[in-house]
């Protein structure tokens, strides 16, 4: 099962850029990756998933390079309410006998 | 609708006791997932239903632990002897089922479990 390793913490300002990596150097061939959000008090919340590639949503894009050992989460302009954990989840279709969410990246956005 | 609900939403408990910790997954969702979360740490995955079925219970902590899922929609989530180190959060999601593009989980917001 492929694990994951994110930064632990980021600091970022409001109205910046983030982009959040994640290394997944043994990714199998039918693996997806997931990223999700947790605020204090609360069970995480799906942000984004993908393949390959790019994916876009309406509160963030995915980038998967070519080799998928790695992805990186972008959130445009972000605001104070961004302030989470973000979580990058790799996991098996159809086996998913077992999640691995990480530590996370403590994401603090500064006024 | 209804997203994944769990009961009781706090629950303190002495060392040595039982308890019971329910989750109500979303409507038509066939796969149900069970995590730990320690106070400032990561989500420990525990056990997965897909139906009432468990394929592995190799991740829940030790024998005190156990799950079951009946009617392919409620869950428990049972501690037997609790002891201190079982303080945490406990978190239940739901997903439509397994397969590409239906394994985006849904979680409620957790039991916060204290063992004194």
């Known amino acids: 099962l492929a694990k994951t390793t994110q930064p632990i913490s980021m600091d970022s300002y409001e109205g910046q850029e983030v982009n959040i990596t994640c290394s997944h150097n043994?990714?199998?061939?039918?693996?997806?990756i997931t990223w999700y959000q947790q605020f204090p008090s609360q069970g995480p919340r799906f942000i984004i998933q993908?393949?390959?590639t790019k994916v876009t949503n309406e509160v963030a894009s995915l980038f998967i390079p070519a080799d998928r050992k790695s992805s990186t989460l972008s959130l445009p302009r972000v605001s104070l309410s961004d302030t989470a954990v973000y979580y990058c989840?790799?996991?098996?279709?159809?086996?998913?006998?077992?999640?691995?969410f990480g530590s996370g990246t403590k994401l603090n956005v500064k006024p | 609708g209804a997203g994944v609900s769990q009961s009781p939403s706090n629950k303190v408990t002495e060392k040595g006791k039982d308890v019971e910790l329910r989750c109500d997954p979303i409507s038509g969702h066939t796969a149900l997932y069970w995590y730990r979360q320690s106070l400032g740490q990561g989500l420990e995955f525990l056990i997965y239903?897909?139906?009432?079925?468990?394929?592995?219970k190799s991740g829940l902590p030790s024998d005190r632990f156990s799950a079951e899922r009946t009617g392919g929609s409620v869950s428990t989530l049972t501690i037997q002897r609790t002891q201190q180190e079982d303080s945490a959060v406990y978190l239940c999601a739901s997903s439509l089922g397994v397969g590409l593009q239906l394994e985006t989980q849904y979680f409620g917001p957790g039991t916060r479990l204290l063992v004194l």
């Open positions: 989840l790799v996991g098996e279709i159809g086996n998913f006998n077992k999640f691995y």
């Open positions: 239903f897909q139906g009432n079925s468990a394929p592995d």
């Open positions: 043994n990714i199998a061939t039918n693996d997806y």
């Open positions: 993908g393949y390959k």
